[in-house]
């Protein structure tokens, strides 16, 4: 198996079972949040975080776009600050949700093809949060699949605790 094959796989399940996930929820679930704890997103905005957790990122690294100003996040004496939950995005609605989170498959498959076989087995660099970091390229993009599925084990348990019917089966996409 080559990185194209693996992460063509990795992504279209990655995709499919978040997408079966994001159908299960209902508008008026989108506000919800723990009731213990601090710094949690609400559901609307996991939603708006998934839809940019694995395409848009992997344009950054294949394209070297980020999408930020010249000089990135900062200062370079200053780490970059994560945004509270608070400051996050949310979606309004699960249909823009589920048309975003198409919309960013589309994007890592293009990148994923735009990369090319011998660049993700051979090209090296480093993400800006970690500059110190040098990866091959398909590492870099597997990295970014597996953000995704971190934020769809997290929906996973949102819903449980909300009272959805979700079991190990719809975890997985099956």
């Known amino acids: 198996m080559n990185w194209t094959e ?16 994001v159908g299960l929820l209902k508008d008026a679930d989108l506000d919800w949040k ?11 905005q996991l939603l708006a975080h998934i839809n940019t957790a694995c395409g848009l990122c992997c344009q950054g690294f294949v394209t070297g776009d980020w999408g930020m100003p010249e000089g990135g996040a900062g200062d370079a004496d200053q780490a970059p600050k994560m945004p509270t939950a608070e400051q996050l995005p949310s ?16 994007v ?5 093809e735009k990369a090319g076989e011998k660049n993700l087995a051979t090209m090296k660099s480093a993400a800006p949060w970690e500059p110190d970091n040098q990866l091959l390229l398909g590492h870099h993009l597997l990295h970014m699949v ?10 996973f348990y949102y819903m449980k ?13 099956m």
Do not use: F, I
Not at 108 to 112: D, H, R, V, W
Not at 146 to 155: G, I, M, T, V
């Open 34 to 44: 723990p009731a213990t704890g601090e710094n949690w997103m609400t559901v609307g």
């Open 161 to 173: 605790l909300m009272g959805h019917k979700v079991d190990t089966m719809t975890l997985w996409g």
């Open 146 to 155: 597996d953000h995704l599925a971190s934020h769809k084990a997290q929906l």
């Open 108 to 112: 890592a498959l293009q990148m994923l």
């Open 6 to 21: 693996l992460l063509t796989r990795e992504m279209n399940s990655t995709y499919q079972a978040t997408d079966n996930m």
């Open 91 to 106: 979606v309004d609605s699960v249909a823009e949700a589920r048309k975003a989170l198409a919309a960013d498959r589309e």
